[in-house]
């Protein structure tokens, strides 16, 4: 193969395209929200944080956590399925190509200042990444998911530096986000200084995170020995000197060993022409020309199988980019479930937005000596005329029916007269699952408030297990889908908790993205009765 073809800018193109194919929605960058397609449920093979407005499926170490998680329920063999697979195809030659964190860091590292050179301490840290494997992704999500049922992904929640730029950082550049600062405590501030000192470590050090951090390429690190695709040495050409792993700038023992990101720098170091990058029988990338033992019909066929792979490649990113965001939209849009919202008469104003309006301002909650939902025997004003259909405060929310987990139909025209409270949530928010006793207590407490409760599409097919011990009988579960539209319906955005209040009219009184207590849902519930 030609000099030209063995250039570092070859890698470098890949990284970009791989960036570019893993985030093609590039309409979550301008709306500000999550694309929650069927695709989500599948796993790239690089590190790109799910919450990325622009990532179009799962991160692996992300899903794996979640995997764990739920072990208690179900086995998490399809992810560790699919680790495998591309573990014993890729090996960590996903790290050195396809991994949009990786180029991040090289680019870091080409910022020009003096560099700290690897050594035997370097290469002692290298190992720290297997225990943060061990710790936070395996051994934190078992034992808070099976031990005390609490979903919590340990390294994304704690440390992940990707979680927190294309995740946190992402969407809340969005002013479509704003009401989502609320999130922002200790926690973030930890992450976003860890995230900082990672960023900072890479200029200095290569690749810091990929050496010293990343349990992702520990999981692929073991596959190295065999996988199918990564460097190899013609044992026949090497004469052990050495000059390979003295080049590189990982923290090799050797050629191919778990620490070998396969980013083919070597093949050029060596004078022997003994390296290659292969898959299978195939040279991906081989020594320049005169020390190939390849004949030259062979090279150029070589060339010529590489531009149509590199059509191929480019006709399927503009397909993705193409799909992600216009035609999916579309079909979407054109597929929406109309039938399961009931048409409103005919209202004038402005059209309702997206975002809730300030929040209703506490009062005391009741009169002294007011028993339990004894406001509620007086009847019910009808609809305002003129209201908005919408989801603002003082829109007349749309009517809509949904199936529950118990079996029963839930639509929302047959609650006038009762306060309605619809919670957005999922069981990887924490925040969620936290504040959802709160409202089983207010039901027991009020027991005429109609409370339902929407998962997210996303993880929505585990959400009925999660269920299963947690005792909140008096609530109204239904779980949110691409077919149903509910979220959409109702603007609800993909920061979680949200919480919809409205008046026995069916007017919304309430709307945001924030935990609730208690004390606050209760405040709520009352101010909503009265109005």
Not at 327 to 344: G, H
Not at 478 to 495: C, R, V
Request: aromatic content about 8%.
């Amino acid at each position: 193969m030609d000099k030209k073809i063995a250039r570092p800018h070859t890698r470098r193109l890949v990284q970009l395209y791989a960036a570019l194919l893993y985030n093609a929605n590039l309409k979550g960058f301008i709306d500000g929200h999550i694309y929650s397609g069927n695709l989500k449920a599948a796993c790239v093979p690089g590190f790109n944080c799910y919450s990325c407005p622009g990532a179009i499926a799962s991160c692996p170490l992300g899903s794996l956590q979640n995997a764990l998680n739920a072990a208690g329920h179900t086995a998490p063999w399809y992810v560790m399925g699919i680790l495998a697979l591309f573990g014993v195809i890729l090996g960590r030659t996903i790290c050195g190509w396809i991994c949009p964190l990786g180029l991040i860091q090289e680019l870091l590292h080409k910022i020009p200042t003096r560099k700290i050179r690897k050594s035997h301490i370097t290469r002692m840290l290298s190992y720290l990444k297997y225990v943060l494997l061990a710790v936070f992704v395996v051994a934190i999500p078992l034992i808070w998911g099976v031990g005390k049922g609490v979903i919590l992904p340990g390294f994304c929640k704690y440390i992940c530096p990707a979680g927190t730029f294309e995740g946190a950082v992402g969407l809340l550049q969005n002013p479509a986000n704003a009401t989502s600062f609320y999130q922002l405590g200790a926690l973030f501030t930890n992450k976003w200084v860890i995230m900082i000192i990672i960023g900072l470590a890479c200029i200095f050090c290569y690749r810091s995170f990929c050496r010293f951090i990343c349990p992702l390429g520990a999981i692929y690190g073991f596959f190295n020995r065999f996988s199918l695709t990564g460097v190899k040495v013609n044992p026949d050409r090497c004469n052990g000197c050495g000059l390979c792993v003295k080049k590189c700038e990982m923290d090799v023992k050797h050629v191919g060993d778990h620490e070998c990101i396969s980013c083919g720098r070597c093949i050029s170091s060596c004078a022997q022409g003994a390296i290659s990058l292969k898959c299978g029988k195939i040279t991906l990338l081989g020594p320049e020309t005169g020390k190939n033992a390849d004949p030259e019909p062979e090279i150029r066929k070589r060339k010529k199988a590489g531009r149509v792979a590199w059509g191929i490649a480019i006709a399927v990113l503009l397909f993705a980019v193409a799909w992600f965001n216009f035609i999916e939209p579309a079909i979407d849009r054109a597929s929406a479930p109309a039938a399961a919202v009931t048409e409103q008469p005919a209202q004038s104003g402005t059209p309702a937005g997206t975002e809730a309006e300030t929040p209703v301002p506490e009062t005391e909650a009741g009169t002294q000596g007011e028993s339990s939902g004894s406001a509620e025997k007086s009847e019910p004003a009808a609809a305002p005329a003129n209201l908005t259909v919408g989801t603002e405060i003082g829109n007349l929310l749309p009517d809509f029916t949904t199936d529950l987990l118990s079996g029963e139909t839930f639509r929302l025209s047959d609650c006038r007269g009762r306060v309605v409270i619809i919670n957005f949530w999922g069981t990887t928010c924490e925040p969620c699952v936290e504040e959802l006793p709160y409202y089983e207590q207010l039901k027991v407490q009020y027991p005429d408030v109609e409370i339902l409760a929407i998962h997210n599409r996303a993880g929505a097919k585990k959400a009925k297990a999660f269920l299963e011990d947690k005792g909140w009988d008096h609530l109204d579960f239904a779980l949110d889908s691409k077919e149903k539209g509910l979220l959409p319906l109702m603007n609800a955005a993909d920061a979680m908790p949200q919480t919809i209040i409205l008046d026995r009219q069916g007017v919304v009184v309430y709307n945001a993205q924030a935990p609730l207590t208690y004390e606050k849902l209760e405040v709520l519930y009352r101010q909503a009765l009265e109005h």
